[in-house]
């Protein structure tokens, strides 16, 4: 085992990361690509390394005629001991495995002087809720880095959304052990409330610990609701609130706030002396009831005047003016730079920014002069020091920005490719933003889903580009607004082509098949296939043949949407490898043999999309296959398979909060548990479902009287009552009413149900 390169590894982040997600399941490197945000090539060498030292294992698999690889953890944990001979590692499994929070994502405390009652405060609070507050550059970010060093630290800004913050949250949880949040994010669903449940069970379970920097900078709603939800609920966990100025959380108890003020007379001569500058008590004391003991004015004023106090009167204009008249040509140059990003840059973007070879000496030394300030691996301008700075600006700064977002893109990850975006827009480069929604088509298709909010942002900005419209347009279909999205994609219709205008016709083509207006998609259809013809791109053969079954199933033409959907199977092998699309695709053609009635054969599709998932790490996909497969297993009458896999599915859909999928799986599971006889457990789903239906008010669950009645008349007992409950519950919903009936059939006599009401 070669020690230093193990060592190098595991102090990784990502690599930390990796190992962390693969406690919880097998995954194949796309998946975990995406579960991170970061790029598939770059996820998959890291793996190949990991590998070589021992501490996960890959497999080849053969599923559809096809090698797939996989990797999970093989090791349980790693000791390190100091031996008198050198430091050993050693591996053994065990049950616990955690990955401690990783420091890379905590703001780099410097030197550090004073605030000692304020640690003790906050070391020892009870409250579960901490607000700190005060004035820019007083020192919130430091005092909160050294008391909670382990805790999920996301400093929010004004375009910050909760889509992308509810994925940071998953994934710190995930370290943690809890991976209900993350699943449920995977899998597509994005209801506000199951999403606060979640972060709650899950801050609450782990006992963690969450930073929220500049508070005061947040402007979106639903990050401010998921913060009264947590301030009126945590008990276990604490949420740390750094702000300008004092939060209204509507709450007298259960908070702590401290009001951040300056340092305390000797420490902020302390912090002087550590700077180098000596002075006189009485010129420290002018010097002093100026700052206020203000620490970034104490840093800067010690950088500029080496010791000399002279006139403090509006210190930070003049001090910075010293300051930033001691500078190089190259420290203001990339003071300059720096100062045109609210966020914070790598080095290596810093470094493509600046163009020159000493980038990493000027900038170490910006850092050493208090003017940079480090957060992980990226460095930043406090926004005192920006606001001043952005004077020296002289340039193209739509070159920097442009640049900006080359080096962004060359990342491959979907939340580098929305700074990208937003970056390309204020470059005045609109003309680019063709390149890059095609880009986001090929390459960044679960983008809308898992950050629509954020992307939709980003995109306002550019408003009437038809490139930026359509894309827009697919927001509100994806959050089921379709009245805009049709407005939007018939409005821009005439201004795209090639694959721009292939993605717009398919998405009208399923538009106008949910709104049952099928002559119109159709219509669509055929252009669809039209312009699939003209490009001969498999991946617009596959959009077509997707909306074709879709189309052909629910028109009822299942011959049609057969051989559509086989010849889905067939496209979907010209493209990259891609499980969760091969899943769906298995699930279109066992959708459509059950609905030809050949069970069986609807049976081998969903085992194969079962075996697909569960090796690729697909938690949601696997569970909606048990759930498939217990609704063909009840129509083969094979009611012990059915219960068993509908159990299974119901128990995770509940954990993750999807009622509606767990309502689904319950329903199977109480029809089959009838059809065995095991009257007990049937009765105890079906009160689960009614439990569900009365605190989610989801039709179905009503159906849990209607099976509760058949499960009293079995054992003996009048269920008229019952009937009576559920017939009510359903009465707007009479398709519904039917099919549940028509299920029970199978298993009960219904025309009990029938006779008396």
């Not at 008198?84 to 030197?111: F, H, K, M, S, W």
């Not at 550090?112 to 009870?126: D, M, T, Y």
């Not at 889509?163 to 597509?188: C, E, I, K, P, V």
């Not at 949601?620 to 159990?647: H, T």
């Amino acid at each position: 085992m070669d020690t230093v390169k193990m060592l190098r590894l595991i102090s990784n982040e990502t690599n930390l990361q990796i190992l962390s997600i693969l406690k919880s399941g097998s995954f194949n490197p796309r998946e975990l690509a995406r579960i991170l945000q970061k790029d598939e090539t770059d996820v998959s060498r890291r793996l190949r390394l990991l590998e070589r030292l021992g501490l996960v294992e890959g497999r080849w698999i053969r599923i559809r005629g096809r090698n797939v690889r996989v990797y999970s953890l093989k090791v349980g944990e790693l000791r390190i001991s100091f031996e008198p001979g050198g430091v050993v590692l050693q591996t053994a499994d065990r049950v616990r495995y955690e990955v401690p929070l990783l420091e890379g994502r905590l703001p780099r405390i410097g030197l550090f002087v004073g605030r000692r009652s304020e640690i003790s405060k906050l070391a020892s609070a009870g409250e579960s809720i901490i607000v700190i507050y005060g004035i820019a550059g007083i020192g919130k970010t430091s005092l909160a880095a050294k008391v909670f060093g382990d805790a999920f630290w996301y400093q929010l800004s004004e375009v910050d959304s909760f889509d992308y913050l509810a994925w940071q949250l998953g994934l710190f949880l995930n370290t943690r052990g809890y991976h209900l949040l993350l699943d449920y994010l995977r899998s597509g669903n994005r209801e506000e409330r199951a999403i606060f449940e979640l972060v709650l069970e899950g801050v609450e379970e782990t006992r963690a610990k969450i930073v929220f920097d500049d508070f005061h900078k947040c402007r979106d709603d639903v990050i401010m609701r998921l913060v009264s939800f947590l301030s009126s609920r945590l008990r276990s966990g604490k949420l740390v609130l750094l702000s300008r100025e004092r939060p209204n959380l509507g709450l007298w108890d259960g908070v702590l706030y401290l009001h951040l003020k300056g340092l305390e007379p000797g420490d902020a001569y302390e912090l002087l002396r550590s700077k180098g500058v000596e002075m006189e008590p009485e010129e420290f004391a002018r010097l002093y009831g100026v700052t206020r003991g203000h620490p970034l004015a104490l840093n800067l004023f010690a950088e500029a005047r080496k010791g000399t106090p002279g006139d403090v009167t509006n210190f930070f204009d003049m001090i910075f003016a010293e300051a930033y008249d001691s500078l190089t040509d190259d420290e203001r140059e990339m003071l300059s730079l720096m100062a045109l990003f609210n966020e914070p840059l790598e080095y290596e973007a810093i470094k493509r920014l600046y163009g020159k070879k000493n980038a990493f000496s000027v900038l170490y030394s910006l850092l050493r002069k208090g003017l940079v300030e480090r957060s992980g691996e990226s460095y930043f301008l406090h926004d005192l020091i920006r606001g001043l700075a952005m004077k020296g600006i002289h340039g193209d700064e739509g070159g920097y920005y442009l640049k900006y977002a080359e080096y962004l893109l060359s990342k491959n990850s979907p939340d580098d490719f929305i700074k990208a975006f937003r970056y390309t827009i204020r470059s005045g480069r609109l003309e680019r933003l063709k390149d890059l929604t095609e880009m986001r088509i090929r390459r960044f298709r679960h983008l809308i889903v898992d950050f629509p909010i954020a992307y939709l942002r980003v995109l306002s900005e550019a408003e009437g580009n038809p490139y930026v419209d359509s894309e827009i347009a697919e927001v509100h279909f994806q959050r089921g607004f379709f009245d805009r999205a049709e407005e939007l994609w018939l409005k821009v219709l005439d201004r795209l082509g090639g694959i721009h205008l292939a993605n717009v016709l398919s998405y009208l083509s399923d538009l106008y098949i949910e709104k049952n207006e099928f002559e119109k998609a159709n219509e669509y259809l055929r252009r669809t296939e039209a312009i699939a013809e003209s490009l001969n791109d498999p991946l617009v053969w596959l959009w077509y043949h997707m909306e074709r079954t879709k189309y052909e199933y629910y028109t009822g033409d299942l011959d049609e949407a057969l051989r559509s959907a086989m010849r889905e199977m067939e496209v979907s092998k010209l493209l990259p490898p891609d499980p969760e699309r091969e899943v769906k695709v298995l699930f279109h053609v066992g959708d459509v043999y059950c609905e030809m009635e050949e069970y069986q054969r609807g049976v081998e599709h969903y085992l194969q999309a079962l075996e697909l998932a569960l090796a690729n790490g697909l938690t949601f996909g696997a569970n909606m296959a048990r759930f498939e497969l217990s609704k063909a297993y009840y129509n083969l009458s094979a009611y012990g398979k059915a219960a068993e896999l509908a159990g299974e599915a119901s128990e995770y859909f509940i954990r993750i909060k999807n009622y509606r999928r767990a309502v689904d799986s319950l329903s199977y599971m109480t029809v089959s548990l009838i059809g065995l006889g095991e009257l007990e457990e049937a009765e105890q789903t079906a009160e689960k479902m009614i439990a569900l239906a009365q605190s989610t008010n989801y039709p179905l669950a009503w159906a849990g009287y209607i099976f509760l009645g058949a499960v009293k008349e079995l054992m003996g007992v009048d269920g008229g009552e019952y009937f009576r409950r559920g017939r009510e519950h359903l009465r707007k919903y009479e398709w519904l009413y039917d099919a549940v009936l028509h299920e029970l059939g199978r298993v009960f006599d219904v025309e009990v149900i029938h006779k008396d009401y």
